[in-house]
């Protein structure tokens, strides 16, 4: 059974760990000189890197894609009970258990990973195993009630959809898709932005920038177990 802790309890928890740290930035930047002993050689040494990493680390290209088709959203997983039936393998193991799963994930994966194979429209030696920051812009069916002042208002980005798909479930539909195609996994996305339009024209763009390396050895430990063979992977490195 899953016990899912309440808010009040996990706002109990909260306390108890971060109490003592300051919400302001400023205030916390001087506590956290005081709590980690920094001395002012040792501040002078933070800044050197700071600098470096800005000097070193930085988006090294950029890959835009335009999707023909209608936006629409990642729709709600299901969950299935394996059994012998379904999964026999999974069921020995472990019987009983609650798989859950995406509808279309696999459908769309497939056609993303075909997309690229067929139409070569990413030029990438190997899967982006960098920080990724990532925008979506998508441009739903222009509703057929709008006359033409506002067919016209709303092609020029005047009107704008308040309406589904959300804007999340757009988001995870096309990420779902660059996972083991475009980057590694989503977890490498930093930074993104998704904004809805209207269009005669319904598509999706996409426009993906990654870091040329990662930030330090921690990270690249993590990355360069799940990295496909061949594939490079480069993390700042202090002087």
Same mark, same amino acid.
């Given at each position: 059974?899953? &016990?899912?802790?309440?808010?009040?309890?996990?706002? $109990?928890?909260?306390?108890?760990?971060?109490?003592?740290?300051?919400? *302001? %930035?400023?205030?916390?930047?001087?506590?956290?000189?005081?709590?980690?002993?920094?001395?002012?050689?040792?501040?002078?040494? +933070?800044?050197?890197?700071?600098?470096?990493?800005?000097?070193? +680390?930085? !988006?090294?290209?950029?890959?835009?894609?335009?999707? /023909?088709?209608?936006?629409?959203?990642?729709?709600?997983?299901?969950?299935?009970?394996?059994?012998?039936?379904?999964?026999?393998?999974?069921?020995?193991?472990?019987?009983? &258990?609650?798989?859950?799963?995406?509808?279309?994930?696999?459908?769309?994966?497939? =056609?993303?990973?075909?997309?690229?194979?067929?139409?070569? %429209?990413?030029?990438? *030696?190997?899967?982006?195993?960098?920080? @990724?920051?990532?925008? !979506?812009?998508? !441009?739903? $069916?222009?509703?057929?009630? =709008?006359?033409?002042?506002?067919?016209?208002?709303?092609?020029?980005? @005047?009107?704008?959809?308040? @309406?589904?798909?959300?804007? #999340?479930?757009?988001?995870?539909?096309?990420?779902?898709?660059?996972?083991?195609?475009?980057?590694? *996994? #989503?977890?490498?996305?930093?930074?993104?932005?998704?904004? $809805? =339009?209207?269009? +005669?024209?319904?598509? +999706?763009?996409?426009?993906?920038? =990654?870091?040329?390396?990662?930030?330090?050895?921690?990270? !690249? #430990?993590?990355?360069?177990?799940?990295?496909?063979?061949?594939?490079?992977?480069? /993390?700042?490195?202090?002087?």
């Amino acid at each position: 059974m899953i &016990f899912i802790k309440s808010r009040k309890a996990k706002a $109990k928890l909260y306390e108890a760990k971060y109490s003592e740290i300051p919400r *302001d %930035f400023y205030e916390r930047i001087n506590w956290m000189y005081d709590h980690y002993h920094i001395t002012p050689q040792k501040a002078d040494a +933070i800044i050197n890197v700071r600098n470096q990493m800005t000097d070193s +680390i930085f !988006y090294s290209n950029e890959i835009s894609v335009i999707l /023909y088709e209608e936006p629409e959203g990642s729709p709600r997983p299901r969950a299935r009970l394996v059994n012998k039936k379904n999964l026999s393998f999974a069921a020995k193991s472990n019987p009983g &258990f609650i798989q859950v799963y995406s509808l279309t994930g696999a459908a769309d994966r497939s =056609f993303m990973r075909r997309l690229i194979t067929e139409e070569d %429209f990413i030029e990438l *030696d190997h899967l982006i195993n960098t920080p @990724c920051s990532v925008e !979506y812009d998508a !441009y739903l $069916k222009t509703p057929s009630v =709008f006359n033409a002042t506002d067919t016209y208002l709303a092609e020029l980005g @005047c009107i704008r959809p308040i @309406c589904k798909p959300d804007f #999340d479930n757009i988001e995870k539909k096309y990420a779902d898709m660059y996972n083991g195609n475009v980057w590694l *996994d #989503d977890s490498l996305v930093i930074e993104s932005r998704l904004r $809805k =339009f209207y269009s +005669i024209l319904p598509r +999706i763009e996409i426009r993906l920038k =990654f870091l040329n390396m990662l930030y330090n050895k921690y990270q !690249y #430990d993590s990355v360069s177990k799940r990295i496909e063979e061949g594939s490079n992977v480069d /993390y700042f490195k202090r002087s």
